[in-house]
């Protein structure tokens, strides 16, 4: 099958029948706390997975196929539906001390 999958989650990927691509994308925008999409294998998402998990955050992780990436700017991480961007933008947000407080305000981890 075509198309991005999270790994490990049947069923969350953003090639569906019932919604378009684009729609799909907005809901697990909306739905999760934080959400990263990546390419499959990219070394950028495992450094941002792993400064996310070491604050307490386990974010969503949506991995595209190469096809389906196109020449989107990946990986991108959202954080109660706002786009944070990057590596560079998270790791602008954890040295300036917003990580954490967003994180919180959005539900993706716990005091």
Do not use: Q, W, Y
């Given at each position: 099958?075509?198309?991005?999958?999270?790994?490990g989650?049947a069923g969350?990927?953003?090639?569906?029948?019932e919604e378009?691509?684009e729609?799909r994308?907005?809901?697990l925008?909306?739905?999760?706390p934080a959400?990263?999409?990546?390419?499959?294998?990219c070394?950028?998402?495992?450094?941002?997975?792993?400064?996310?998990?070491?604050?307490?955050a386990h974010?969503?992780?949506i991995e595209?196929e190469?096809?389906d990436?196109?020449g989107?700017g990946?990986?991108?991480l959202f954080?109660?539906?706002?786009?944070v961007?990057g590596?560079e933008?998270?790791?602008?947000?954890?040295?300036r001390?917003?990580?954490?407080?967003?994180?919180l305000?959005?539900g993706a981890?716990?005091?």
């Amino acid at each position: 099958m075509a198309g991005g999958k999270r790994r490990g989650a049947a069923g969350l990927s953003i090639d569906g029948a019932e919604e378009a691509p684009e729609e799909r994308v907005g809901r697990l925008i909306r739905e999760n706390p934080a959400v990263i999409f990546s390419r499959r294998g990219c070394c950028m998402s495992h450094v941002m997975k792993r400064l996310l998990a070491a604050v307490g955050a386990h974010p969503a992780a949506i991995e595209l196929e190469e096809a389906d990436a196109g020449g989107t700017g990946l990986p991108t991480l959202f954080v109660g539906g706002a786009a944070v961007g990057g590596l560079e933008g998270l790791m602008s947000l954890h040295l300036r001390g917003r990580l954490v407080p967003m994180l919180l305000e959005a539900g993706a981890v716990r005091c």
